[in-house]
């Protein structure tokens, strides 16, 4: 082998293998790709609004500067690996290759190190690499907190009973052997020196929570990258690399992740420029009008009927706060999955106009189960790069696409389609995040970099609306904006989504402790909380809440319930339909859908009654609502002068259809 700067012990030991040829990775090139990518990471794809937040939460005080925290990133992703530098580690076998198993094996030994048959090692569970890079730096009196971004590197934190438990198993981990110590604290000290530290840099250092999540979500990325062989391949035995940068340019090139969305200061025209709206609805204005005079946005709840341009003004608002708040993408949350895909058409035209120069690429991606049937996101999955274009210069096929959108494929699968730079999706997609799972902190680092909008916030139930509390907690510490919309939201709903965010209760109650005398005392609640103003704009400023009531022109509606049979449902609409129209049918079952269809097909004929529920297989209901947004939708919809739709709640939800009755 060719040897390097390191030690023989150091330049032995390996980190990944081939299980059929006869090639290798180094541990310390491995750790020296991982290290790279996340100097990389750190300078051009996070933004800055969550660099802020890692910065912010670093003790002491006086090293929360982007230059410190950057340095941080690159060690903890250099030193992610440290414990593959133990014995339990190293005796692994590759596979098929038994004569590189014998190369490596016999170096190791020649290099001083003790090396036994994989079998003498028991209990290998107990000592994963991750737990034991975490127990290293501890034994190097850094801290808990800094350690257990080490520790979480594979997905989970080690818990205490496994910490306690590896002190049973040293002999894995190389603790009790000079040899084995002396090479773990070569490569300890190499980390440090490739990220430009001291050993006194970090001896001292401690990590808040949110410091703690985010870096472990971008130490998991430089790692997923950097084991990537397809562009950080392994290495022929005899060979060794030592030029890190060149390789890791290479690689990150090749890559080409989208650098972070930064927005502009000039809201002039906004509405006009995004979406051809020359005069703004008074939601759209006063709600564009409070943002743009907040300093620090943090929560805004969002109360107006449909039909006020609810979505052009959150996400119009969101432009606002990402440049505040430096974020980089947006998160556009709703209940199913075909508003979703009703919404997706809509954030891509409106991505295709926020780069006014054309010289930026973004990411998307469609956030559930059944994305792929989209037309439109298929449509750039398939071609790689397929574009959102100018809302005055569309191309031939009128789809608005043009070409700075782009489905990244590094971006697809479960885990990592949340890092997207502009993510529609469902709920549930938001609501993991306040669930307790295996690689959590890659959908906090996704959404840590966004603005989150939430939509039809009143449709959720209390237990989905559980999880909706803790993410929102997240959220707020993180200082992520989020954007809540509804039109028929609530008080108390309202006020559980602010304190949720804020991370406090604004009526908190004094229990009663009898025989201390302290009888029960409650907070009087505060005016944003009784407010039953229409519509209405409840935001957080630097965590002070106001309000503001939307002025200007309401409209009013007399709603009349009246109890109709089936038979009754179809005089009426003789009458209604007489001279033509478009009528739509909303009921609550699928069978009752059913029957009703076939009582309208039968007197209206086939060619004027559709039927949409949610037991279509995702192919013909991805085609109906298609259809439909066609003859009903709101974009140059190809109107019939007499239709009947039949639906369940997916009709009240999901499409956004505009009908005569």
């Known amino acids: 082998m060719i040897k390097t700067g390191f030690s023989t012990a150091a330049h032995s030991l390996w980190a990944k293998k081939s299980k059929s040829e006869d090639l290798w990775l180094p541990l310390y090139t491995h750790m020296q790709d991982a290290a790279e990518t996340a100097r990389r990471l750190w ?33 903890l992703a250099a030193a992610h690996d440290l414990g593959k530098a133990s014995p339990v580690f190293q005796s692994k076998k590759s596979g098929l290759s038994i004569s590189l198993d014998e190369i490596l094996h016999g170096s190791i030994r020649d290099a001083g190190l003790v090396l036994e048959d994989n079998r003498r090692y028991s209990e290998r569970s107990a000592t994963h690499h991750s737990i034991v890079s975490h127990e290293i730096l501890r034994r190097y009196d ?43 604290a070569e490569l300890f000290c190499h980390a440090l020196a490739f990220a430009g530290l001291g050993k006194n840099d970090i ?24 084991s990537d062989e397809s562009r950080f391949p392994l290495i022929d035995i005899e060979e060794s690399w030592s030029d890190s940068e060149a390789r890791a340019k290479s690689a990150w090139d090749n890559l080409g992740l989208t650098l972070c969305w930064e927005t ?14 020359k005069t703004p609805r008074p939601v759209q204005e006063t709600l564009l009008d409070v ?99 100018n809302w005055e210069d569309d191309d031939d096929d009128g789809d608005g696409y043009g070409e700075n959108v782009v489905v990244h494929e590094w971006f697809s699968g479960r885990k990592k389609g ?64 989020v954007i809540v919309l509804s039109a028929t939201l609530p008080a108390e709903r309202r006020k559980q989504v602010i304190d949720a965010y804020l991370n406090k209760d604004s009526t908190p109650v004094q229990r009663a402790v009898p025989w201390k005398g302290i009888k029960e005392q409650k907070t009087p609640r505060p005016e944003w909380v009784e407010s039953r103003e229409y519509p209405l704009i409840t935001y957080t400023d630097n965590g002070e809440v106001k309000q503001v009531v939307v002025m200007g022109e309401k409209r009013h509606l007399t709603v009349h319930v009246n109890l109709q049979s089936d038979d009754d449902i179809l005089e009426m609409l003789n009458d209604l339909l007489a001279d033509g129209g478009c009528a739509g049918i909303i009921v609550n079952t699928v069978n009752r859908a059913q029957a009703i269809y076939e009582i309208m097909v039968e007197r209206f004929g086939e060619e004027r009654v559709k039927l949409l529920h949610a037991r279509f297989i995702a192919t013909d209901r991805a085609e109906r609502e298609k259809d439909l947004m066609e003859l009903l939708g709101p974009d140059d919809a190809i109107r019939p002068d007499k239709l009947i739709v039949i639906g369940t709640q997916v009709l009240e939800q999901s499409l956004d259809l505009d009908f005569d009755v």
Request: hydrophobic share 40%.
């Open 142 to 184: 850094i801290d808990e907190s800094v350690a257990v971004v080490l520790g979480a590197h594979h997905g989970k934190p080690p818990s205490n009973s496994q910490l306690e438990r590896l002190k049973s198993y040293e002999k894995n981990c190389g603790f009790g052997d000079e040899s084995w110590k002396n090479v773990q």
């Open 264 to 277: 502009e200061n000039n809201w002039e025209d906004l509405y006009g420029r995004r979406f051809g709206i």
């Open 43 to 75: 300078g051009y794809w996070l933004p800055g609004g969550t660099k802020n937040r890692i910065m912010s939460s670093i003790i002491p005080v006086e090293r929360q500067n982007d230059e410190f925290a950057r340095k941080i990133c690159v060690f």
């Open 418 to 481: 949340i890092l997207a730079d502009f993510v529609i999706g469902t709920i549930d997609q938001l609501l993991m995040a306040g669930l307790k799972q295996k690689h959590v902190m890659l959908r906090h680092l996704g959404l840590a970099n966004k603005v989150v909008i939430i939509d039809e916030c009143h449709a959720y139930d209390v237990y989905m609306s559980q999880y909706l509390e803790k993410t929102l907690n997240w959220l707020g510490v993180y200082g992520v904006p």
């Open 203 to 226: 001896v001292c250092l401690k990590l808040k929570k949110p410091a703690q999540v985010l870096l472990s979500g971008v130490i998991i990325i430089a790692d997923w990258i950097a």
């Open 291 to 389: 943002i743009q005079k907040c300093l620090n946005p943090g929560i805004v709840v969002v109360e107006a009927p449909m039909g006020e341009g609810k979505t052009e003004a959150a996400l119009s608002a969101a432009e606002v706060m990402a440049y505040f708040a430096g974020r980089g993408g947006v998160f556009f949350a709703l209940p199913t999955q075909a508003t979703s895909d009703a919404m997706f058409s809509r954030v891509l035209s409106w991505i295709g106009r926020i780069d006014e120069h054309g010289t930026d690429r973004h990411s998307v991606l469609l956030a559930h189960g059944k994305a792929d049937f989209n037309e439109g996101y298929r449509k750039i999955r398939l071609s790689g790069n397929t574009n959102v274009g």
